[in-house]
C-alpha cells in the first residue's frame, strides 16, 4: 500500500450505550454533538419511557430519546440538574436527538469488516437498528448502529 494514499473506510462516532455497550454511528448521519441540560429537555406525557421529550435545538424542536434504554440497557442515571450528551442526527428531512451515557471519540473503521449481527450476540429488539457489528482492539463488540432505521423506528412515528 502507498503510504501517501488516503485511509480507507468510514468514520464513526463511539459512545457507551449503558455502562457496557459500546456504539458506532456513522458520522455522515450526525448533525450535530451537544451537551444538553436535562431541565431543559420538556417532558411529553403519554410517551414510551426511551422518549425523555423535546428539546429547543437551533429552533426547531427535536425529540430527544435515551437510545441505551430504547435498546435495552438500563435507563441514564440523571437528574434535572445534570447535563447529557445528545447525538442530533439526520436522515432525509428527519431529525432525532439521541441522548447517551458517554461519547468517547471518533474512529475510522474499514467497512469489509463489519460482520453481520446475529440472534446469539444481540436480541432480537435491537437486530433491526444495526449495520453490524466490529470487533475492537481490546476484543470488545462494537455494534455499528444503523441511523436510518433509528431516525424511523416506528416507535418514534407512531407517537409523533
Request: with cysteine; hydrophobic share 50%; aromatic share 8%.
Amino acid at each position: 500500500m502507498n503510504q501517501n494514499s488516503p485511509p480507507v473506510g468510514e468514520k464513526f462516532l463511539r459512545f457507551q450505550l449503558g455502562e457496557e455497550g459500546i456504539a458506532l454511528l456513522p458520522l455522515n448521519v450526525i448533525k450535530q454533538v451537544m451537551q444538553v441540560s436535562v431541565a431543559e429537555i420538556l417532558t411529553v406525557p403519554q410517551m414510551p419511557a426511551c422518549v425523555l421529550g423535546i428539546y429547543n435545538w437551533r429552533g426547531e424542536m427535536l425529540w430527544m430519546v435515551d437510545i441505551g434504554k430504547f435498546m435495552g440497557f438500563p435507563d441514564l442515571t440523571t437528574s434535572v440538574t445534570d447535563n447529557v450528551m445528545a447525538i442530533a442526527i439526520q436522515v432525509q428531512e428527519q431529525y432525532l436527538g439521541i441522548v447517551v451515557q458517554q461519547i468517547n471519540d471518533i474512529e475510522l473503521h474499514d467497512l469489509n469488516q463489519i460482520n453481520m449481527p446475529s440472534l446469539g450476540l444481540f436480541s432480537p429488539e435491537i437486530l433491526p437498528y444495526l449495520e453490524g457489528y466490529l470487533i475492537g482492539a481490546d476484543k470488545e463488540v462494537l455494534m455499528v448502529l444503523n441511523g436510518e432505521a433509528i431516525a424511523q423506528a416506528p416507535l418514534w412515528q407512531l407517537n409523533r
